[in-house]
C-alpha cells in the first residue's frame, strides 16, 4: 500500500479531510485500508461508514 494512501487515511481518521477529498487516484487505496481496519477490529461497520461515505460491503 503506497504512503500516500495510508497518509490520506490517517487524515480521514482524524477529521483533518474528508473521504470526498481524497483524488480518484487514492479512493480505492484508502478503502482497501479502511476495510482492513474494520476486518482486524479496529474499526466498526458504522465507523466505516461514517469515513468512506459507504455502507461496508459484505463478503460475497
Same mark, same amino acid.
Given at each position: 500500500?503506497?504512503? *500516500?494512501?495510508?497518509?490520506?487515511? +490517517?487524515? *480521514?481518521? @482524524?477529521?483533518? +479531510? ?5 483524488? /480518484?487516484?487514492?479512493?480505492e487505496a484508502v +478503502? %482497501?485500508? /479502511? @476495510?482492513?481496519? %474494520? ?5 466498526? @461497520? ?10 461496508y460491503p459484505e463478503?460475497g
Open positions: 500500500m503506497s504512503a *500516500i494512501a495510508k497518509s490520506y487515511w +490517517r487524515s *480521514i481518521q @482524524r477529521g483533518v +479531510r474528508a473521504f470526498a477529498a481524497v483524488p /480518484a487516484s487514492q479512493k +478503502r %482497501v485500508l /479502511a @476495510r482492513a481496519d %474494520v476486518e482486524t477490529g479496529l474499526l466498526d @461497520r458504522a465507523a466505516y461508514q461514517d469515513f468512506i461515505g459507504e455502507e463478503a
